[in-house]
């Protein structure tokens, strides 16, 4: 019997949590029609000898919502075995929306999550105004990842209310009715739930909070109502966790059980990000404590977190730790070729700039991330301290003799979140937490985490052997899908679609983040690759080889 493709002879991994096994795996079209022995041949055979052959990544919190318009092949996630991506986290989506409020829509995302709105703006069709449309664009575009999208918070409370949507003050009973509407059109569209920010920190251009934070119970159970009446959904959410609270973290306990009170009410999974703190760091525990408590009487919480810290990234290439300074304010407008030449013109004069007694970033907290050398492990002999005191030179000349010496692809990487890698650790072992987070397509000058499955192989898996490889396969594919009701996906079994990976555990490594010109208009990002992933299929076709896109761009919408 022929077939499409056949992968012989891997590690399969299923992505249940079932202990890995020798076996084959068939395909023909979209779909996995054999997994065992299998005879006969296909046009395309891959050897996966000593590899294993896994589901495609789930990846439920990404921001790709404007950048799959321009870049289909949703890099960096594609780097990192994902083969679906969830849009529309946070609440901040760019529907529904009227005509003339476009451009609020794109600047508010500028603002959250520090994509351009030059790019967003010239970037998308902009051919929508309600939920649906959006969905139905997104469907024209051709992409080499399966995309679903929350209907978000913010759009929705701006479309219904106006300005009126940023204020303090409760919405009327017509307003929340018109938000439900709303809500029900994008359901009933194929929205994959609903998304809302209750953090102070997520803020409009103006510096008011975005529409939705000062939400009541009312309006927000009110829209749980809406996916309870689909029976189907999930409600997302930049959660209100230790901001504004006492000791006894008060407010954060009612948080979390108004997200129970939602999840138990209308039958729905509700998600959203958690973290470890140095400012609160048992918070995470009592969080999930409040969670366990509200599932143990029906709700369905998973909140979910990162594999290792959420860190700003420095570099010559873009931000430095020392920008405050006159002198290394040259840099700015440059290229990395014209940059690396003012660090080797000027190195004294930019090193007798920094003033240490500033409020600078200290070195002891800047990880080095080098060339063949990325760990993020935040090991103290990785500090860009240590590199300076066995140098026997200050931070700053280390900082510009690494960048020097790596030709500028030197990194440091600040972990403002979740830096105690023993918390980690917990939450990643805690069947409560799902994981998630990796915002691709966030942050994009900031930030680099859509590598966490990768890091949470080759960390956690094989180089830890904390958690094990079939329990972290799971995480990331058939426990990621079910959160979002996702069906036929994240799990390698005889009808689901064929989106696989292939995966050389051994030679897994993340490569140094790297800063590039590639968005609209030439404004910059960081992407960041990864080696060991020797081929990805998305929906049967090979859609990375080798760590590069092939071209096959067979995405589908969820």
């Given at each position: 019997m022929a077939h499409?493709?056949?992968?012989?002879?891997?590690?399969?991994?299923?992505?249940?949590?079932?202990?890995?096994?020798?076996?084959?795996?068939?395909?023909?079209?979209?779909?996995?029609?054999?997994?065992?022995?299998?005879?006969?041949?296909?046009?395309?055979?891959?050897?996966?000898?000593?590899?294993?052959?896994?589901?495609?990544?789930?990846?439920?919190?990404?921001?790709?919502?404007?950048?799959?318009?321009?870049d289909p092949n949703a890099s960096s996630s594609c780097y990192h075995?994902?083969?679906?991506?969830?849009?529309?986290?946070?609440?901040?989506?760019?529907?529904?929306?009227?005509?003339?409020?476009?451009?609020?829509?794109?600047?508010?995302?500028?603002?959250?999550?520090?994509?351009?709105?030059?790019?967003?703006?010239?970037?998308?069709?902009?051919?929508?105004?309600?939920?649906?449309?959006?969905l139905a664009s997104l469907s024209r575009m051709k992409t080499g990842v399966n995309v679903g999208g929350m209907v978000g918070h913010c759009a929705v409370r701006y479309h219904a209310m106006g300005e009126r949507g940023l204020d303090d003050v409760p919405a009327s009973a017509d307003d929340i009715a018109r938000m439900c509407d709303l809500v029900d059109e994008a359901i009933g569209a194929g929205a994959l739930g609903f998304s809302t920010s209750?953090?102070?920190?997520?803020?409009?251009?103006?510096?008011?909070?975005?529409?939705?934070?000062?939400?009541?119970?009312?309006?927000?159970?009110?829209?749980?109502?809406?996916?309870?009446?689909?029976?189907?959904?999930?409600?997302?959410?930049?959660?209100?966790?230790?901001?504004?609270?006492?000791?006894?973290?008060?407010?954060?306990?009612?948080?979390?059980?108004?997200?129970?009170?939602?999840?138990?009410?209308?039958?729905?999974a509700v998600t959203f990000g958690l973290t470890e703190s140095a400012r609160r760091p048992e918070l995470f525990r009592r969080v999930i404590e409040v969670c366990e408590r509200e599932n143990a009487r029906g709700a369905n919480l998973r909140p979910q977190t990162t594999s290792r810290g959420i860190g700003v990234l420095f570099g010559v290439h873009h931000r430095t730790p020392y920008d405050r300074f006159p002198a290394w304010q040259e840099l700015r407008g440059k290229s990395l070729a014209e940059r690396l030449d003012v660090l080797k013109r000027n190195r004294a004069e930019l090193i007798a700039a920094v003033d240490t007694s500033a409020d600078t970033m200290p070195p002891e907290q800047l990880y080095m991330l080098l060339p063949n050398d990325v760990a993020y492990h935040n090991d103290p002999e990785r500090s860009l301290a240590a590199h300076a005191r066995r140098r026997n030179v200050s931070a700053v000349a280390a900082f510009i003799d690494l960048a020097l010496e790596t030709d500028g692809?030197?990194?440091?990487?600040?972990?403002?979140?979740?830096?105690?890698?023993?918390?980690?650790?917990?939450?990643?072992?805690?069947?409560?937490?799902?994981?998630?987070?990796?915002?691709?397509?966030?942050?994009?000058?900031?930030?680099?985490?859509?590598?966490?499955?990768?890091?949470?192989?080759?960390?956690?898996?094989?180089?830890?052997?904390?958690?094990?490889?079939?329990?972290?396969?799971?995480?990331?594919?058939?426990?990621?899908?079910?959160?979002?009701?996702?069906?036929?996906?994240?799990?390698?079994?005889?009808?689901?679609?064929?989106?696989?990976?292939?995966?050389?555990?051994?030679?897994?490594?993340?490569?140094?983040?790297?800063?590039?010109?590639?968005?609209?208009?030439?404004?910059?990002?960081?992407?960041q690759r990864a080696r060991g992933y020797e081929t990805t299929l998305v929906n049967g076709r090979v859609f990375m080889r080798g760590g590069e896109p092939t071209g096959e761009l067979r995405g589908r919408m969820l």
């Open positions: 499409d493709v056949i992968i012989r002879n891997g590690t399969l991994i299923d992505g249940t949590g079932a202990a890995g096994k020798r076996a084959d795996l068939a395909i023909d079209g979209d779909r996995i029609t054999a997994i065992g022995k299998v005879d006969g041949n296909a046009p395309l055979e891959i050897d996966a000898t000593g590899k294993l052959v896994t589901p495609g990544f789930v990846d439920i919190h990404t921001h790709l919502d404007a950048q799959l318009a321009w075995g994902i083969t679906s991506v969830v849009l529309g986290n946070c609440g901040v989506t760019f529907a529904p929306c009227k005509p003339q409020d476009r451009d609020y829509l794109a600047k508010m995302m500028e603002s959250v999550e520090d994509i351009p709105a030059a790019s967003i703006l010239s970037g998308l069709p902009w051919d929508w105004e309600t939920y649906g449309e959006y209750r953090t102070f920190m997520h803020r409009v251009p103006d510096g008011r909070p975005v529409p939705g934070t000062y939400a009541r119970a009312d309006e927000l159970l009110a829209i749980g109502r809406v996916l309870g009446k689909h029976k189907r959904g999930v409600f997302e959410a930049a959660a209100r966790l230790g901001e504004r609270d006492n000791d006894a973290l008060d407010n954060t306990r009612r948080e979390v059980e108004l997200l129970g009170e939602i999840s138990r009410e209308n039958g729905v692809r030197a990194s440091c990487y600040f972990a403002f979140l979740n830096q105690n890698q023993e918390a980690v650790k917990e939450m990643i072992l805690n069947p409560t937490v799902a994981m998630g987070l990796a915002d691709s397509g966030a942050h994009v000058g900031q930030i680099m985490d859509a590598s966490q499955p990768s890091w949470l192989l080759a960390h956690w898996v094989r180089d830890r052997k904390v958690i094990s490889v079939e329990e972290a396969i799971r995480r990331w594919t058939s426990d990621t899908a079910a959160i979002f009701g996702v069906k036929d996906r994240g799990t390698l079994r005889e009808g689901a679609f064929a989106d696989v990976n292939v995966i050389d555990l051994e030679k897994l490594a993340l490569e140094a983040p790297e800063y590039v010109h590639d968005f609209p208009g030439g404004a910059g990002r960081y992407v």
